[in-house]
């Protein structure tokens, strides 16, 4: 049984997600822990799910505390007191996604192990359902944002520029627009109100789904603009020209303020050669797409930052989790002192193309297997993710997505890179048929 991708357990409410899967997800979770702290993202299935999750808790002996709705990095961040930390959230997806994520006390995600234990669990049957005078306690707390912002207020400077903030109606609403007035900037919200329909536009704070926040940073003069997706465990930006800042470009910014020298840097196989070059000194760490698994190789190796292009930014002096709210606030003190439009044109620049094929999830194994055979010639093959291919002058990668039935790729030259994408494409579509 296969519940984990590659961002905990996500899928269509009623549908993939039930109740009856997320009572059996707190049975095997409550197995083993006996205190848990549980948040959930403005989702309309999130509440529900929130309930039936707490239920197999409690009945497997788990006291139980609700922070209610709060961001992912915010509930992270209170699993420190915790044996474990559960949040219901399908991130960027759009708004009939819902999903759950497991979290340890120091702010990574359940490891790929602990993944397997619960899923073999749930497989299994093999719950605990305790008597009756031993059903876990349920409790509240209030005080989580308030616990966050302090954290991050305490690893940060002062700025009065003026930030246009995008919260596209999700949880970073609960807490940054605060978090940088409290760091004293001038903050113009926009879709700041808490909807689980995502009525503004759709949670992923891609370039295609920010045409508001690049007109208006424009528009009123502004020094900054940001954006999250529904949990705020992302955050992207917009210079103060109005231009979209890539996920690889802000790879390469937050890393060169976080490293120095022969530092390790920690980024998935889909990452641009932007950062190798920005970095010449750095030891980049390539690891499969997904922030659990860059977390867990920057544990493994003692990484100095890491992150992933979608917008994940991982500072493991705070947390383990991509911290959405303290990577603003990191963003806030770096242009204080340069320009981002300024960071962002010192970048080298290598023309970039990603795009996305429909395929079901039962197909994938067999697909990649075919792609590996017809991609294997055009140069040197890696898979520890999907299959990148490295050639003279630029890279391709195709992959399965972790949490859509749809297949990713990705083209990266120095020339030619729409021949090169336009090329992969036409094969992936032969093995597809």
Known sequence: MKLFGSSGIRGIANRDITVDLALKVGLALGKSKKTAVIGRDPRVAGEMIEHALISGLVSAGCDVVRVG??????????????????????????????????WNPDGMAFDSQQQEE???????????????????????????????????????????????????????????????????????????????????????????????????????????????????????????????????????????????????????????????????????????????????KMKEQGADFGGEPSGSWIFPRISYCPDGIYAAARLVDIVKETPLSELKESLPQYPTLRGTLACDDSAKEKLMEDVKEKLGSMGTVSDIDGIRVEMENGWVLVRPSGTEPKIRITAQSGENVEELYETTEALVKECLQ
Not at 73 to 102: F, Q, W
Not at 155 to 169: E, I, W
Request: net charge negative; with cysteine.
């Open 69 to 102: 709705l709060v961001t992912t990095p915010t509930l992270a961040y209170s699993a420190r007191h915790y044996d474990c930390g559960v949040m219901i959230t399908a991130s960027h997806n759009p708004a009939e996604y819902v999903g759950i994520k497991l």
């Open 118 to 296: 619960i899923e073999s669990i749930i497989e299994k049957e093999d719950f605990k359902h305790v008597q009756w005078d031993n059903v876990g306690e349920i409790g509240s707390y209030d005080g989580a944002v308030r616990d966050h912002t302090d954290m991050i207020l305490k690893n940060s400077g002062k700025s009065s520029m003026r930030v246009v903030l995008d919260c596209g109606c999700g949880a970073g609403g609960t807490i940054t627009p605060t978090l940088l007035r409290k760091m004293g900037c001038e903050v113009i919200t926009l879709n700041a109100q808490l909807d689980g329909h995502f009525p503004a536009r759709n949670p992923e704070p891609n370039e295609k789904n920010l045409g508001m926040l690049m007109k208006v940073v424009k528009e009123l003069d502004a020094s900054l603009g940001i954006a999250h997706d529904g949990d705020a465990d992302r955050m992207m930006a917009v210079d103060e020209k109005g231009n979209f800042v890539t996920g690889d470009e802000m790879l390469a910014i937050f890393a060169s303020g976080e490293c120095e020298g022969r530092s390790k840097i920690a980024v998935p196989v889909d990452t641009s050669m932007i950062v190798d070059d920005a970095l010449p000194e750095a030891e980049i760490i390539r690891t499969r797409v997904g922030d659990v698994y860059v977390a867990e």
